[in-house]
């Protein structure tokens, strides 16, 4: 049943074996990074518009009011991209992080009294120049994170476009509620800069409160650094620090000025934030991996399903709401994979900056690089243990099919990749990759199904592809995920769409539309009970 190209790629592994200097096909040799795109014309436009958040080609934290030149730039940042130095994120220690903690509420003290009118219009300010500078700050995030041109700019024309809505609809959101008594605390991940981190800031201050971020260390320093520098030249009371989670939880987590946390990351992070949360009382929502898994059963509509798991493999997968499970009728199987094969196959991957010609559109890439190459030479070893298991390879690509300039850096590319049947005894069961690989299961019951997509003990989102929609419905009442799809994925959401998670994916309250407004506000009833999942209690909206 594998074709002959997919038993071709099986025989690479999913780094790829490149020969010194990197991998050079046919078709890089003929490739160019676009003029005007570099690192450093990139870094200098940011410097342009906010001179006063770097110096000399660094990074400044910002705190008080103040952008301050402390902190030790982590010397080790590359660009996943090609390996080539970056700014780097300046890591501060614990009593500087207090520091910051101490301004930032009373930056909130005097924030909370300013008028919804004027929080509004300095808001609508910062959104403004996200705008004008929206071409910058997606260049940043290919650098830093690796996304394609389109992925970028659709990152931070999320984070505009979703702060815009709110500034409409705050009004009825924050009706009877104030602010909380200490600003908002945010640690997350590397992969959403613009759409979740910096969008759920400027909410946050919209409703009232300050915030407060702690930069991802894996990447995006540089573009929060331009973007928050917009907010403050906006007069937002945003503050933004740098360093290891483990050198400034103490403050970031459990300092008593802080009024709420909110959290993206993995389930390890997340549980020992979690843990240090239990006796604080603090208001928090802490979104966690799962594994997300598409089921198939009694399914026919194999072109629609080929559109969504072409997209579904955008970005390499590195998003919380990304499928890598499919879990597969076993009497199906067959004509899955003849759908399946022909989509991974198309995938198209490689340098995101990479022309053929100077005036040549930056090119339509479904993935750039993983975040870094430790993160690709874990998942290859990932995959190697999965096959060495008895785990069969379906697909494995190969680094020539990728588009590089000559020579380049390719140790953080990771391929699209197949394993049918993954042991139970190895990671990529039970855990998320994080990248292009999908992991294949094949029952021949419903309970089987049921008990093979909630292997993770909880997700973010799930779907069920099914002919019979009724049918579809009634058995998603037994998956443990936040948000179900039936013949159709589901994704975070924007606007007023909550978004939360069942299980181990998702502690405190839900986020999205009022519920982000709600979990960073205090209502009338002191014991008001919010969307969420609590020690005491769950609660569950509409999705």
């Known amino acids: 049943m594998v074709t002959a190209a997919g038993a071709r790629r099986a025989t690479s592994t999913i780094a790829g074996d490149k020969p010194a200097g990197g991998v050079e096909s046919t078709a890089s040799r003929r490739l160019r990074l676009k003029p005007g795109t570099g690192w450093n014309d990139v870094l200098a436009r940011a410097e342009a518009a906010a001179p006063e ?79 004008t500078h929206r071409d910058t700050l997606a260049q940043l995030l290919v650098w830093e994170i690796g996304k394609p041109w389109r992925l970028a700019r659709t990152d931070v024309d999320r984070a505009i476009d979703g702060v815009r809505w709110y500034l409409d609809e705050i009004g009825g959101m924050v009706a009877g509620r104030t602010s909380l008594p200490g600003p908002v605390s945010n640690i997350a991940s590397w992969n959403y800069p613009m759409s979740v981190l910096m969008h759920t800031m400027l909410v946050q201050v919209l409703a009232g409160n300050a915030a407060i971020a702690k930069t991802p260390t894996d990447g995006g320093a540089a573009c929060l650094t331009l973007a928050c520098a917009l907010a403050h030249q906006a007069g937002l009371p945003v503050s933004l620090v740098s360093g290891p989670g483990s050198r400034l939880s103490g403050a970031l987590v459990r300092a008593p000025e802080i009024g709420a946390l909110a959290f993206v990351g993995g389930r390890s992070a997340g549980g020992q934030v979690a843990a240090a949360l239990v006796d604080t009382g603090k208001r928090h929502f802490l979104e966690q991996e799962g594994l997300n898994a598409w089921g198939i059963w009694e399914f026919s509509q194999w072109g629609l399903l080929a559109g969504h798991l072409r997209k579904g493999f955008e970005y390499a997968k590195q998003r919380c709401t990304a499928y890598p499970r499919y879990v597969v009728q076993r009497q199906l199987f067959d004509e899955f994979l003849k759908m399946y094969l022909p989509v991974v196959e198309s995938i198209r991957f490689g340098h995101p900056l990479a022309v053929a010609a100077a005036d040549e559109e930056l090119p339509e890439l479904d993935f750039g690089p993983l975040i870094n190459s430790v993160k690709a030479a874990e ?88 002919d019979d929609e009724d049918k579809a419905r009634r058995m998603s009442a037994e998956l443990a995920a936040f948000k179900i799809g039936i013949n159709k994925p589901r994704s975070r959401g924007d606007r007023d769409e909550p978004f939360g998670g069942r299980g181990a994916s998702w502690k405190g309250a839900f986020v999205g539309g009022e519920h982000l407004v709600h979990a960073v506000t205090v209502g009338a009833d002191p014991h008001e009970h919010l969307y969420g999942n609590f020690p005491s209690y769950s609660r569950y909206p509409e999705t």
Not at 58 to 67: C, E, F, P
């Open 53 to 131: 958040a770097f110096r000399d080609g660094r990074l400044l934290n910002l705190w008080g009011g103040s952008w301050r030149p402390t902190g030790v730039p982590l010397s080790s940042a590359v660009s996943p991209v090609d390996g080539s130095p970056i700014a780097g994120p300046p890591m501060i220690e614990l009593g500087e992080a207090r520091e910051a903690i101490g301004a930032a509420q009373a930056d909130h003290r005097a924030w909370r009294e300013v008028p919804l009118a004027e929080r509004r219009a300095r808001v609508a300010a910062t959104v403004e120049a996200l705008e």
């Open 379 to 466: 998942l290859a070893s990932r995959v190697d243990e999965a096959i060495a298991k008895g785990g069969v390879p379906l697909y494995r690509g190969s680094l020539a099919d990728g588009r590089f300039l000559p020579g380049q850096d390719t140790a953080a590319y990771a391929t699209p990749t197949a394993i049918l049947s993954p042991p139970t005894s190895c990671a990529l069961h039970h855990a998320e990759p994080f990248g292009p690989v999908d992991t294949i299961v094949l029952v021949d019951s419903e309970a089987e199904l049921l008990a093979a997509m909630n292997a993770s003990n909880g997700a973010l989102v799930a779907s069920l592809a099914c």
